[in-house]
């Protein structure tokens, strides 16, 4: 079974949004996980409303790709403002 893990930033919608896509993981038959290393698939969901928010954003996914460059990690999505 394919695992995803997801991390969520900035506003309360983008949490709401990442719920979302969970659940139509899980619907889908995904397994979700809570820890970056395990997972086959890793999706940011990123916040660009303030410059702060933009360089945590930018900041997770070169720290989320350290994982798809080592092979633990297959996938990386980046979704939500800043895509």
């Known amino acids: 079974m394919v695992k995803v893990g997801f991390v969520s930033l900035g506003c309360p ?3 709401v949004d990442s719920e979302v896509m969970m659940g139509n993981l899980e ?6 996980t809570g820890r970056p290393e395990e997972a086959d698939v890793l999706v940011v969901n990123t916040c660009a409303f303030i410059e702060s928010a933009k360089q945590e954003s930018i900041d997770t ?3 989320m790709a350290r994982y798809k460059q080592a092979g633990s990690c297959k ?4 979704a939500g403002c800043l895509a």
């Open 13 to 15: 919608k983008n949490l």
């Open 27 to 32: 619907g889908a038959h995904f397994e979700l």
């Open 61 to 63: 996914i070169l720290e």
């Open 75 to 78: 996938r990386l999505v980046v």
